[in-house]
Protein backbone atom coordinates (compact mmCIF):
# COMPACT_ATOMS: atom_id res chain seq x y z
CA UNK A 1 0.00 0.00 0.00
CA UNK A 2 1.05 3.30 -1.05
CA UNK A 3 2.47 5.48 2.17
CA UNK A 4 -0.49 8.40 0.91
CA UNK A 5 -2.84 5.75 1.52
CA UNK A 6 -2.13 4.42 4.77
CA UNK A 7 -1.78 8.17 6.24
CA UNK A 8 -4.88 9.68 4.63
CA UNK A 9 -6.56 9.60 8.01
CA UNK A 10 -3.65 12.44 9.19
CA UNK A 11 -4.85 15.76 8.77
CA UNK A 12 -2.49 17.70 6.69
CA UNK A 13 -4.41 20.41 6.85
CA UNK A 14 -7.24 21.10 8.73
CA UNK A 15 -9.69 24.38 8.59
CA UNK A 16 -11.31 25.18 11.92
CA UNK A 17 -14.82 27.41 12.36
CA UNK A 18 -13.25 29.66 9.53
CA UNK A 19 -15.36 33.55 9.05
CA UNK A 20 -14.21 35.07 6.07
CA UNK A 21 -15.27 38.73 5.00
CA UNK A 22 -15.05 40.93 2.31
CA UNK A 23 -15.88 44.69 3.39
CA UNK A 24 -18.84 44.21 5.86
CA UNK A 25 -19.80 40.60 4.46
CA UNK A 26 -19.58 37.44 5.62
CA UNK A 27 -18.60 35.13 3.24
CA UNK A 28 -17.42 31.89 4.98
CA UNK A 29 -19.53 30.93 8.07
CA UNK A 30 -17.79 28.87 10.43
CA UNK A 31 -16.21 26.49 7.38
CA UNK A 32 -14.88 23.41 9.13
CA UNK A 33 -13.00 20.78 6.36
CA UNK A 34 -9.79 19.05 6.46
CA UNK A 35 -7.18 17.13 4.05
CA UNK A 36 -5.50 13.57 4.58
CA UNK A 37 -2.02 13.48 3.47
CA UNK A 38 -2.15 11.85 -0.03
CA UNK A 39 -6.24 12.76 -0.18
CA UNK A 40 -8.10 14.65 -2.43
CA UNK A 41 -10.95 16.64 -1.03
CA UNK A 42 -13.75 17.87 -3.17
CA UNK A 43 -15.96 21.21 -2.40
CA UNK A 44 -18.75 21.68 -4.60
CA UNK A 45 -21.57 24.28 -5.08
CA UNK A 46 -22.92 26.82 -7.25
CA UNK A 47 -21.30 30.20 -8.02
CA UNK A 48 -21.54 32.31 -5.17
CA UNK A 49 -21.72 29.92 -2.89
CA UNK A 50 -17.72 30.25 -1.14
CA UNK A 51 -16.12 27.76 -2.16
CA UNK A 52 -13.25 29.76 -3.85
CA UNK A 53 -12.92 31.86 -0.54
CA UNK A 54 -12.12 28.43 1.14
CA UNK A 55 -8.82 28.28 -1.13
CA UNK A 56 -7.90 32.14 -0.80
CA UNK A 57 -8.12 32.05 2.72
CA UNK A 58 -5.48 29.05 3.15
CA UNK A 59 -3.14 30.72 0.69
CA UNK A 60 -3.23 34.26 1.93
CA UNK A 61 -4.43 35.86 -0.88
CA UNK A 62 -7.80 37.16 -0.65
CA UNK A 63 -7.15 40.41 -2.30
CA UNK A 64 -8.88 44.15 -1.40
CA UNK A 65 -11.10 44.43 1.22
CA UNK A 66 -10.84 40.52 2.09
CA UNK A 67 -10.06 39.11 5.12
CA UNK A 68 -10.04 36.12 7.73
CA UNK A 69 -12.43 37.77 10.71
CA UNK A 70 -11.80 34.56 13.21
CA UNK A 71 -10.59 30.55 12.94
CA UNK A 72 -8.00 28.75 12.15
CA UNK A 73 -5.94 27.37 9.10
CA UNK A 74 -3.41 24.68 10.27
CA UNK A 75 -1.03 23.50 7.84
CA UNK A 76 0.50 20.41 9.73
CA UNK A 77 1.68 22.58 13.21
CA UNK A 78 1.80 25.62 11.41
CA UNK A 79 -1.40 28.03 11.55
CA UNK A 80 -1.27 30.05 8.67
CA UNK A 81 -3.13 32.76 10.51
CA UNK A 82 -0.50 34.17 12.65
CA UNK A 83 2.80 32.80 10.29
CA UNK A 84 4.30 35.84 8.85
CA UNK A 85 3.66 36.91 5.12
CA UNK A 86 7.30 36.00 4.27
CA UNK A 87 6.80 32.27 5.82
CA UNK A 88 3.67 31.90 4.34
CA UNK A 89 5.54 33.38 0.55
CA UNK A 90 7.93 30.17 1.26
CA UNK A 91 5.35 27.81 2.05
CA UNK A 92 3.17 28.99 -1.47
CA UNK A 93 6.37 28.29 -3.30
CA UNK A 94 7.85 25.44 -1.80
CA UNK A 95 5.27 23.15 -0.11
CA UNK A 96 1.47 25.01 -1.19
CA UNK A 97 0.67 25.74 -5.19
CA UNK A 98 -2.53 26.70 -6.75
CA UNK A 99 -3.95 26.43 -10.02
CA UNK A 100 -6.41 29.51 -10.23
CA UNK A 101 -9.55 29.85 -11.67
CA UNK A 102 -8.16 32.65 -13.77
CA UNK A 103 -4.73 31.66 -14.99
CA UNK A 104 -3.71 35.09 -15.89
CA UNK A 105 -3.48 35.24 -11.79
CA UNK A 106 -0.67 32.88 -11.67
CA UNK A 107 1.60 34.78 -13.93
CA UNK A 108 3.73 37.96 -13.63
CA UNK A 109 2.33 40.46 -16.44
CA UNK A 110 5.27 41.38 -17.98
CA UNK A 111 7.63 37.99 -17.08
CA UNK A 112 7.92 35.54 -20.14
CA UNK A 113 6.52 32.06 -18.92
CA UNK A 114 10.15 30.75 -18.91
CA UNK A 115 11.54 33.10 -16.55
CA UNK A 116 8.43 32.59 -14.09
CA UNK A 117 9.69 29.18 -14.11
CA UNK A 118 13.38 30.11 -13.76
CA UNK A 119 12.48 32.19 -10.87
CA UNK A 120 10.73 29.34 -9.19
CA UNK A 121 13.70 27.33 -9.27
CA UNK A 122 16.24 29.84 -8.30
CA UNK A 123 14.06 30.57 -5.33
CA UNK A 124 13.17 27.32 -3.97
CA UNK A 125 15.88 25.16 -4.65
CA UNK A 126 13.83 21.81 -4.81
CA UNK A 127 14.38 21.01 -8.32
CA UNK A 128 17.35 21.57 -11.06
CA UNK A 129 16.28 23.64 -14.13
CA UNK A 130 17.08 22.03 -16.92
CA UNK A 131 14.53 18.88 -14.90
CA UNK A 132 11.86 21.37 -13.76
CA UNK A 133 11.70 22.66 -17.69
CA UNK A 134 11.25 18.84 -18.97
CA UNK A 135 8.69 18.27 -16.39
CA UNK A 136 6.95 21.14 -17.53
CA UNK A 137 7.31 20.10 -21.56
CA UNK A 138 5.70 17.42 -20.66
CA UNK A 139 2.36 18.08 -19.17
CA UNK A 140 2.09 21.03 -21.61
CA UNK A 141 2.26 18.09 -24.62
CA UNK A 142 0.38 15.96 -22.41
CA UNK A 143 -2.61 19.20 -22.17
CA UNK A 144 -1.99 18.95 -26.02
CA UNK A 145 0.21 21.63 -25.65
CA UNK A 146 2.46 20.48 -28.46
CA UNK A 147 4.81 23.91 -29.14
CA UNK A 148 5.97 24.22 -25.21
CA UNK A 149 8.96 25.54 -25.76
CA UNK A 150 7.86 28.32 -28.10
CA UNK A 151 5.30 29.01 -25.25
CA UNK A 152 7.73 29.06 -22.69
CA UNK A 153 9.33 31.96 -24.23
CA UNK A 154 5.95 33.92 -24.69
CA UNK A 155 4.02 36.13 -21.39
CA UNK A 156 0.65 34.84 -20.50
CA UNK A 157 -1.33 37.91 -22.10
CA UNK A 158 -0.32 35.76 -25.59
CA UNK A 159 -1.78 33.07 -24.96
CA UNK A 160 -5.66 32.02 -25.26
CA UNK A 161 -7.23 31.67 -22.26
CA UNK A 162 -7.55 27.69 -22.66
CA UNK A 163 -3.82 27.64 -23.15
CA UNK A 164 -2.63 30.05 -20.31
CA UNK A 165 -5.35 27.56 -18.23
CA UNK A 166 -3.25 24.21 -19.46
CA UNK A 167 0.33 26.50 -19.12
CA UNK A 168 -0.88 27.60 -15.38
CA UNK A 169 -2.01 23.86 -14.04
CA UNK A 170 1.71 22.42 -15.52
CA UNK A 171 3.55 24.89 -13.97
CA UNK A 172 1.34 24.51 -10.45
CA UNK A 173 2.05 21.00 -11.27
CA UNK A 174 5.72 20.48 -12.13
CA UNK A 175 6.67 21.54 -8.59
CA UNK A 176 5.13 18.30 -7.03
CA UNK A 177 3.76 20.26 -3.89
CA UNK A 178 2.57 18.78 -0.76
CA UNK A 179 -1.04 20.71 -1.15
CA UNK A 180 -2.24 21.31 -4.68
CA UNK A 181 -5.59 24.26 -4.08
CA UNK A 182 -7.01 23.85 -7.54
CA UNK A 183 -9.92 26.56 -7.82
CA UNK A 184 -11.94 25.45 -10.74
CA UNK A 185 -9.18 24.07 -12.92
CA UNK A 186 -10.94 22.81 -15.82
CA UNK A 187 -13.38 25.33 -16.40
CA UNK A 188 -12.42 26.68 -19.65
CA UNK A 189 -11.17 23.52 -21.11
CA UNK A 190 -13.39 21.03 -23.25
CA UNK A 191 -13.71 17.66 -22.51
CA UNK A 192 -10.90 15.93 -23.97
CA UNK A 193 -8.13 18.36 -22.02
CA UNK A 194 -10.24 18.06 -18.96
CA UNK A 195 -9.82 14.55 -18.73
CA UNK A 196 -5.84 14.84 -19.19
CA UNK A 197 -5.75 17.41 -16.74
CA UNK A 198 -7.63 15.44 -14.27
CA UNK A 199 -5.42 12.29 -15.38
CA UNK A 200 -2.06 14.05 -14.40
CA UNK A 201 -3.31 15.76 -10.88
CA UNK A 202 -4.41 12.17 -10.19
CA UNK A 203 -0.53 11.01 -11.08
CA UNK A 204 0.85 13.86 -9.00
CA UNK A 205 -0.90 12.57 -6.20
CA UNK A 206 0.11 8.79 -6.99
CA UNK A 207 3.71 9.63 -7.48
CA UNK A 208 4.32 12.66 -5.19
CA UNK A 209 1.81 11.49 -2.58
CA UNK A 210 0.45 15.46 -3.09
CA UNK A 211 -2.91 16.51 -1.30
CA UNK A 212 -5.45 18.19 -3.57
CA UNK A 213 -8.05 20.53 -2.36
CA UNK A 214 -10.36 21.19 -5.62
CA UNK A 215 -13.37 23.64 -5.92
CA UNK A 216 -15.58 23.09 -8.50
CA UNK A 217 -19.56 23.55 -9.40
CA UNK A 218 -19.32 20.13 -11.98
CA UNK A 219 -20.28 17.69 -9.52
CA UNK A 220 -19.27 15.37 -12.17
CA UNK A 221 -15.35 16.30 -12.13
CA UNK A 222 -15.89 16.19 -8.20
CA UNK A 223 -17.06 12.76 -8.02
CA UNK A 224 -14.21 11.06 -10.21
CA UNK A 225 -11.39 12.36 -8.83
CA UNK A 226 -12.17 12.96 -4.51
CA UNK A 227 -11.79 10.94 -1.96
CA UNK A 228 -14.45 12.77 -0.14
CA UNK A 229 -16.58 15.97 -0.42
CA UNK A 230 -17.85 19.00 0.99
CA UNK A 231 -21.09 20.92 0.14
CA UNK A 232 -21.05 24.31 0.07
CA UNK A 233 -24.25 26.72 0.01
CA UNK A 234 -23.94 30.27 0.43
CA UNK A 235 -20.91 30.49 2.68
CA UNK A 236 -22.02 27.16 4.77
CA UNK A 237 -20.96 23.35 4.18
CA UNK A 238 -24.56 21.68 4.38
CA UNK A 239 -23.51 18.23 3.90
CA UNK A 240 -19.97 16.23 3.80
CA UNK A 241 -18.99 12.91 3.19
CA UNK A 242 -16.87 10.19 1.47
CA UNK A 243 -17.47 10.47 -2.37
CA UNK A 244 -19.51 7.45 -2.40
CA UNK A 245 -21.71 8.28 0.34
CA UNK A 246 -22.82 11.65 -0.97
CA UNK A 247 -23.54 10.84 -4.86
CA UNK A 248 -25.03 7.53 -3.46
CA UNK A 249 -27.04 8.43 -0.31
CA UNK A 250 -26.97 12.24 -0.47
CA UNK A 251 -29.58 14.20 2.27
CA UNK A 252 -29.72 17.31 1.88
CA UNK A 253 -32.18 19.13 -0.71
CA UNK A 254 -29.45 21.16 -2.19
CA UNK A 255 -27.14 18.27 -2.87
CA UNK A 256 -29.61 16.12 -4.36
CA UNK A 257 -30.55 19.05 -6.75
CA UNK A 258 -26.65 19.78 -7.50
CA UNK A 259 -26.92 15.77 -8.25
CA UNK A 260 -30.15 15.51 -10.50
CA UNK A 261 -28.73 18.88 -12.12
CA UNK A 262 -25.97 16.38 -13.98
CA UNK A 263 -27.27 16.19 -17.48
CA UNK A 264 -27.90 12.53 -18.48
CA UNK A 265 -28.59 10.97 -21.61
CA UNK A 266 -32.63 11.17 -23.03
CA UNK A 267 -33.43 12.75 -19.86
CA UNK A 268 -34.21 16.86 -20.06
CA UNK A 269 -32.00 19.49 -18.08
CA UNK A 270 -32.82 19.29 -14.40
CA UNK A 271 -31.88 23.18 -12.77
CA UNK A 272 -31.12 23.51 -9.16
CA UNK A 273 -33.40 25.34 -7.47
CA UNK A 274 -32.53 28.91 -6.63
CA UNK A 275 -28.67 30.01 -5.99
CA UNK A 276 -26.38 30.56 -3.67
CA UNK A 277 -25.75 34.40 -4.19
CA UNK A 278 -29.35 35.30 -4.03
CA UNK A 279 -29.74 32.96 -0.42
CA UNK A 280 -30.87 35.77 1.99
CA UNK A 281 -29.39 36.52 5.69
CA UNK A 282 -31.37 34.57 8.62
CA UNK A 283 -30.98 32.73 11.85
CA UNK A 284 -32.23 29.93 9.91
CA UNK A 285 -30.94 27.21 7.32
CA UNK A 286 -29.95 29.65 4.17
CA UNK A 287 -31.59 26.89 1.97
CA UNK A 288 -34.94 27.48 3.60
CA UNK A 289 -36.41 29.81 0.36
CA UNK A 290 -35.87 26.98 -2.17
CA UNK A 291 -36.13 23.79 -0.37
CA UNK A 292 -39.50 22.00 -0.99
CA UNK A 293 -39.24 19.93 2.83
CA UNK A 294 -38.77 23.00 4.98
CA UNK A 295 -40.53 23.31 8.78
CA UNK A 296 -41.05 26.10 10.47
CA UNK A 297 -37.70 25.79 12.63
CA UNK A 298 -35.96 25.71 9.25
CA UNK A 299 -36.48 29.42 8.98
CA UNK A 300 -35.25 29.79 12.66
CA UNK A 301 -32.34 27.93 13.27
CA UNK A 302 -29.69 26.82 11.80
CA UNK A 303 -29.21 22.72 12.28
CA UNK A 304 -26.09 21.26 13.67
CA UNK A 305 -24.78 18.43 11.56
CA UNK A 306 -25.69 15.06 12.48
CA UNK A 307 -24.16 12.01 11.50
CA UNK A 308 -26.86 10.16 9.60
CA UNK A 309 -24.17 7.18 7.96
CA UNK A 310 -20.66 6.34 8.94
CA UNK A 311 -18.76 9.46 8.48
CA UNK A 312 -21.46 11.64 6.03
CA UNK A 313 -22.66 14.62 7.77
CA UNK A 314 -25.47 16.50 7.49
CA UNK A 315 -27.21 20.10 8.49
CA UNK A 316 -30.52 19.76 8.38
CA UNK A 317 -33.31 19.75 9.84
CA UNK A 318 -35.28 16.77 7.94
CA UNK A 319 -35.71 13.32 9.98
CA UNK A 320 -32.28 12.16 8.90
CA UNK A 321 -33.67 9.17 6.65
CA UNK A 322 -31.37 8.86 3.37
CA UNK A 323 -33.75 9.33 0.68
Known amino acids: MEDHERMKDAALLRISNLNTMYGNSLILKGISMSVG ?19 YSAMGLLGKGGRVASGEIRYKTQDLLKISAEELRRLRGEKMTLIAQNPMDSFHPIRKIGKELRLFVKAHQTVSYPKAENEMLRLMEKFGLRDGREILGKYAFEL ?21 FADEPTSALDVTVQKQVVEEMLRVRE ?47 YTQ ?28 CPYVNHCPEKKKICEEQMPAFREILDGHYVRCWKSGEVL
Open 207 to 253: EAGTSILIVSHNIGVISYMADKIYVMYAGSVVEYGSTREIIRYSAHP
Open 37 to 55: HGEIVGVVGESGSGKSTVI
Open 160 to 180: SGGMCQRTAAALAMVRKPEVL
Open 257 to 284: NLIQAVPKMNQPIFRAAGTAMRAQESSG
